[in-house]
Each structure stands twice: as structure tokens, then as C-alpha cells.
């Protein structure tokens, strides 16, 4: 998947406890995303970033965080997590941002909240 | 809501057969545009772009049209095989902004 990998890739956890998701990029793109997917709703963007330690907020973003400090790195934290959370949820990267924006998948995380 | 719809939800072909399908979009402004494939509990994988100076483009067994007129997106795929079997979804790329996704058709390929 593109040089990209996501972890855990399945996780079950209780309402209200902190979830943190990791995406690992090899492929050194400036811009990655993170995305949930929901039967009915397609992909939703959460949040996504820019470069180190430059993210922003997307459509669903509420109940969400993300963190870069590496190129490689971008995380997705849920703070207090909602059964409303569970969903499967994707890292994205690409190499350019507003046209001819290409986005490649990692795998996916499979989240549950019970 | 979401500004690229699909006509289909679920198409079902005999293996050997031609595909075809459909993706409606409604933002004048977008330039390019993608098909994915998703197969059951992978992520979508890139299948093939085209940017809105071209009506057609070609790739390994599949070719996308656009038809800018009636803001229509199709994906062909040729001789079409048991493997092909996913869920296809486009996404437009309005200018200056994010990627905004179809909900995806199903497609099933019968041996």
C-alpha cells in the first residue's frame, strides 16, 4: 500500500478511554490525511497535514486530534473515545494538495468501541 | 451532503464481459479526478486520473471518460475478471480544495 502502514490494524476499546492510531510513511510526501470510513458515508476526512507540526481540521474533526512530528509520522488520537468512533479508518498521503491532489491508502484500522 | 454520487450502488457482470461504471459529479470547479478500487478490508487503491483538459485516458484494461457537459465520470473495464470484483468509488478534486468522495458501486464479477 503504497509505502505506508498503519497500526494497530484492528483494536477494540472501552467509551472514554484514549485510542491513539499511527501512520508510518517510507515515501517521504509532504501531505498526509486521516479518514474514517462508515457504511452509507464514503470517506470523511478528519484532519490532515501540511508538514511537520502543520495539520488541520477536516469535515468530522470533532473528538479528534492528530500530531506530527516527524515527516514520516502522523497520529490520530481520540482523547475519550465514543462508540460513535468505531469506524475503519484510513492514512492517506500524496505529493501535492488543492489540484491533482492523488491520494494512496494505507490499510486501514479497524476501531471498536464498545 | 456529498457532491459526487454514483447511479448504481451494486453491478453484477459475467466474467469475460465488459464494466461500466458511473459517477455523477456537480462541481463545475473541479479539474481532476480519480477512480479507486477497494477490495474487502484493504484501503482503496489508485486505479487511474484524468484532469479536466482531457475527455479520455487509457490505462491496463481500464479507460476513463469525462464528460464535462453533463458533469459525468465513467471507469470501463475490459474483459473484466473475478479479481476485479470490488467496491469502485471516484472522487472529484475541486480546485483549491480536498478530495470529496463517492459512497462507491459494488462491483460483482460471475465466473
Known amino acids: 500500500d503504497a509505502g505506508i502502514t498503519q497500526s494497530p490494524r484492528h483494536k477494540v476499546t472501552e467509551t472514554g478511554t484514549p485510542v491513539t492510531l499511527r501512520c508510518h510513511q517510507t515515501e517521504n510526501h509532504r501531505y498526509m490525511y486521516w479518514y474514517r470510513q462508515d457504511p452509507g458515508h464514503g470517506l470523511r476526512l478528519i484532519h490532515y497535514s501540511y508538514g511537520v507540526k502543520d495539520t488541520d481540521k477536516g469535515e468530522v474533526s470533532d473528538g479528534y486530534s492528530v500530531s506530527r512530528s516527524k515527516t514520516e509520522d502522523f497520529l490520530l488520537t481520540l482523547e475519550s473515545a465514543t462508540s460513535s468512533q468505531t469506524s475503519v479508518y484510513f492514512c492517506a498521503i500524496s505529493e501535492s494538495v488543492g489540484t491533482n491532489e492523488k491520494l494512496f491508502f494505507g490499510s486501514g484500522t479497524q476501531l471498536s468501541v464498545l | 451532503g456529498e457532491s459526487v454520487g454514483l447511479h448504481l450502488p451494486t453491478l453484477s457482470v459475467q466474467e469475460g464481459d465488459n464494466s461500466i461504471i458511473n459517477c455523477a459529479y456537480s462541481?463545475?470547479?473541479?479539474?481532476?479526478f480519480i477512480w479507486y478500487k477497494q477490495e474487502s478490508g484493504k484501503g482503496p487503491q489508485f486505479i487511474i486520473d484524468i484532469r479536466s483538459n482531457m475527455d479520455k485516458r487509457q490505462g491496463q484494461r481500464v479507460t476513463v471518460l469525462l464528460n464535462k457537459t453533463v458533469k459525468h465520470l465513467s471507469l470501463q473495464i475490459a474483459a473484466t475478471q473475478p479479481g476485479d470484483s470490488a467496491v469502485y468509488f471516484c472522487?472529484?478534486?475541486?480546485?483549491?480544495?480536498?478530495?470529496?468522495f463517492g459512497k462507491g458501486t459494488k462491483l460483482t464479477v460471475n465466473p
Open positions: 472522487a472529484e478534486n475541486p480546485l483549491g480544495e480536498k478530495l470529496v
Open positions: 462541481n463545475s470547479a473541479s479539474d481532476y
